[in-house]
């Protein structure tokens, strides 16, 4: 084995050989723990790195086992699973930082770190899967490693929100296993492959095709939250804020949305899915979810509920632009896998130092509180400013990249209303936000005593993650023409898949 064989099983192991370490570690072993953490994501971001540059000049990168005659777990690099990869592998390294302040001093560190490191491990190894036999192995690990992470505080409310979270995920991924395994009784191996699979093979009932279909994308559209699949999603907030920012920014819900790009590029072909008319059913899917979750969060008060229908929203961004026929709609969705990941996860960070630092949870708890902690609050209204698509945050180049796309495939009558329609209701529930937390009074009291008191707003540890992923928001949109940004690295993906 070379390292064109074996940098994605390195990958892999990165995060799975540092966290079965972890499980092993006594609580007061803080120091290894943490050190353990930071050199498997720093070094998973090393490997990434590589694996960019070679992608990037057309390096193959693939490892192949075979199981059984006909049955191989691949894990292989292409555009799309770097894309991925590097966005999980980044946030990792953050949300790592974050979770090492947020957890200090708390019990089942090395339980919540063990099952943390599964969960990424998962989710790499999901995005590096080379055909759907790995990638259903992986998004089934997924829901495992992630239940307990959602239950992680161990009250009524928390077990309650998991279960539910295990429910609807586990039905999903029944779904998506009879969808898989029907599909490659038919068609053979499915090796993923830009331009799809099925169009080339002949014989194949296009009625059977369209039912296996809906099979795979109402699996994978449970992870996607797209509705009316979308139930567990708001309950899982009862999750530790870094374990809801992972839900949210790299792991479950972009697994979904993820898996259904692979599904309709990879395995049917876009041109082939739009011929038995599968995308005209997803994009409605996706237009709904896009609209009923952004009514829905203006009613929520709760401040990472209101974050968790913003999500429900956002995320279909990416559904949407897959089923918009045309490159330039597949650059939108593709860039926003990206940019989505960027802004929320800065969002939820910034919710949980709210609740951490001042005991805040709900919008109506948060007058002045840009007052008292600026950093948190400045990284907040970045992150909520490019929800809505205001220039230059990366959410407006996702957004233009919809809107010129529905143009390009003549989709704009009912594309362009849903997208300013949801920019419109992004506004009206994230601007009060912002108006509550810079122009009004803050309170006498604060929900709960000030927990950190030093010089910084709040824990260091707490403060830089969020800084951090905003300033990444706001580059990903200023400097979007460079060659290896999440657009350039989009156009790449569409080129390639639209080539012929």
Known sequence: MNIVTWLPLLIVLSSLLPGLIIFMLREENHRTRTLLNLIGAVVKLLLVGIMIWG????????????????????????????????????LWLVTTVYAIGYLENAPHRSRFFGFFSLCVTATVGLALAGNLFTFVIFYELLTLATYPLVAHKGTPEAVRGARIYLAYTLAGGMLLLVGAVWLRTLAGP???????????????????????????????????????????????????????????????????????????????????????????????????????????????????????YSTVSQVSYIALGTA????????????????????????????????????????????????????????????????????????????????????????????????????????????????????????????????????????????WPPVITAALAMAAGLVAAAPYSPLGWAEIIATREYRE
Do not use: C
């Open 324 to 463: 918009i026929v045309g490159p330039i709609a597949t650059i939108g969705g593709m860039v926003h896998l990206v940019h989505q990941g960027l802004m929320k996860i800065t969002l939820f960070f910034a919710a949980g130092n709210y609740a951490e630092t001042l005991g805040i949870h709900k919008v109506s708890e948060m007058n002045g509180v840009g007052r008292r902690m600026p950093g948190t609050t400045l990284a907040f209204t970045i992150g909520a400013l490019g929800m809505i698509g205001i220039p230059p945050v990366a959410g407006f180049v996702s957004k233009w990249y919809l809107g010129l796309g529905a143009v390009e495939a003549g989709a704009a009558a009912w594309v362009m209303p849903v997208l300013i329609a949801s920019s419109l209701l992004n506004a009206a529930y994230f601007l009060p936000i912002l108006y509550r937390a810079w122009f009004r009074e803050p309170p006498a009291e604060w929900p709960a005593p000030p927990r950190f008191n030093g010089r910084l707003e709040t824990h260091a540890l707490l403060l």
């Open 55 to 90: 992608v990037f000049h057309e390096q193959v990168f693939e490892a192949r086992w075979t199981l059984a005659p006909g049955l191989d777990l691949v894990l292989h690099a292409d555009e799309l699973s770097v894309l991925f990869v590097t966005l999980s592998t980044l």
């Open 190 to 308: 499915l090796d993923f492959a830009q331009g799809g699979i099925l169009g080339n093979l002949e014989g194949l009932d296009p009625t059977t095709l369209s039912v296996i279909f809906l099979l795979l994308t109402v699996g994978l559209g449970v992870k996607a939250a797209l509705v009316p699949l979308h139930g567990w999603l708001p309950r899982a907030m009862v999750a530790p804020a870094p374990v809801s920012a992972l839900l949210h920014a790299v792991a479950v819900v972009k697994a979904g949305a993820f898996g259904i790009v692979r599904v309709v590029y990879d395995v049917y072909g876009v041109e082939f899915a739009d011929s038995l008319n599968l995308l005209a059913p997803l994009g409605v899917a996706a237009a709904v979810t896009i609209i009923y979750g952004s009514v829905r969060a203006l009613s929520q008060d709760h401040l990472k509920k209101r974050l968790a």
